[in-house]
């Protein structure tokens, strides 16, 4: 059909590069954007993302292409060495990729048929797969997620998925050892010390739309618009009293001005949020000035005061970025395309 061939896209990339996860082509640290090699010139570009050292990138007919580092197979390569340009990632039956998600060293990967493919490290269970096994440079498939996935998150070490039942799954013990010291004497529930997938409790009455996971913390997105949020509150990221919070608890709406959240994402220890008016809300750790607010620094003036004197986060406004379609986890937002690493420091463009 006239006029149905995709325009030419252009990669670049900025930032740390110490594994070539900048797939440039070296491994040298980037402080403007330049232009990612490898086999991406050929058709649109979908999405991107990144973990601890690797790249991820998902091509508009669903080939996935990975570069950066490689030491547990978190490429998915079928070899342990690192690649500093983008290369194909081959899937078992030629899978259409519709998600991918990288961790730490590890990656986590949505086919178009709701299948969930793991590659990288399994030193946490993060993989979900046999504890027997430590590390994979090929992509696993996660059978014991026996129906159609939704969506996935891969947080440091640790893992998400939701179901289009509506159930929401977590494995991996990344957050066993900081629900152990704050909540001791209590028991840690069963989701958060597995090594295979676990039904997190707390869902029968919502519909999940959307995972995603920082380094220690968890969110869950449903279709109504409502933020569930669970594990660390270190730096503020849960907006809670509680350090520590072993099961979801609901966002109060009325900290984004009672709005809807029609998307969410997450850094490492802080997130943005957009709402149904196109307002965008970030909240947690500041002190690397990822929540946009330029006459603040730390999480602390972020806070407010509860009546037993404690300090919890709260959202904050980007006034700037109202109107925002689209935004990343460190925190770039452009009009209307943009693209942020959600776990390092290193991000990327299309142009």
């Known amino acids: 059909m006239e006029g149905a061939q995709l325009l030419k896209c252009v990669l670049y990339t900025w930032g740390a590069n110490s594994y070539g996860q900048l797939g440039q082509g ?27 050292g690797h790249s991820a990138v998902i091509t508009e007919s669903g080939e996935l ?20 340009t983008f290369q194909p990632c ?25 299948q969930v493919l793991v590659c990288g490290s399994n030193a946490f269970g993060q993989l979900g797969v046999s504890p027997g096994i430590t590390h994979s440079a090929e992509p696993l498939h996660v059978k014991s997620l026996n129906e159609p996935v939704t969506s996935v998150a891969a947080g440091l070490r ?6 289009a039942s509506g159930c929401v799954y977590h494995w991996g013990t990344g957050l066993s050892s900081h629900a152990k010291r704050m909540l001791s004497p209590h028991p840690v529930p069963a989701h958060l010390s597995s090594k295979e997938p676990c039904l997190v409790p707390g869902f029968n009455h919502v519909t999940p739309q959307k995972v995603v996971a920082g380094s220690t913390h968890c969110i869950c997105l449903t279709v109504k618009g409502d ?54 809300f970030t909240w947690g750790r500041a002190n690397y000035g990822q929540l946009g607010q330029t006459n603040q620094s730390t999480e602390k003036e972020y806070a407010v005061s509860t009546s037993s004197g404690q300090s919890i ?13 689209q935004q990343g986890a460190n925190t770039l937002c452009t009009f209307p395309q943009c693209f942020s690493h959600p776990a390092q420091r290193h991000s990327a463009d299309l142009n």
């Open 26 to 52: 070296h491994r040298e640290d980037q402080a403007e954007p330049r232009r990612a090699d490898g086999g991406l010139q050929a058709e649109q570009t979908r999405c991107m993302t990144g973990g601890g």
């Open 313 to 325: 986060s709260r959202p904050i406004e980007v006034k700037a970025l109202f109107g925002a379609t």
């Open 227 to 280: 933020v569930f949020l669970w594990g660390s509150n270190k730096h503020g990221q849960l907006v809670s009293e509680s350090l520590f919070l072993p099961l979801p608890v609901a966002l109060d709406r009325s900290l984004l001005q009672a709005e809807r959240v029609t998307d969410v994402h997450s850094g490492w220890t802080h997130l943005v949020a957009k709402t149904e008016s196109g307002r965008v």
């Open 90 to 114: 081959p899937l078992p039956g030629c899978s259409r990729v519709q998600q991918v998600s990288c961790g730490w060293d590890f990656s986590v990967i949505l086919t178009g048929d709701g």
């Open 158 to 163: 640790h893992a998400l998925a939701s179901t």
């Open 65 to 84: 292409l990975m570069c950066g580092q490689n030491l547990k197979g978190q490429l998915g390569l079928s070899h342990t060495s690192e690649v500093i």
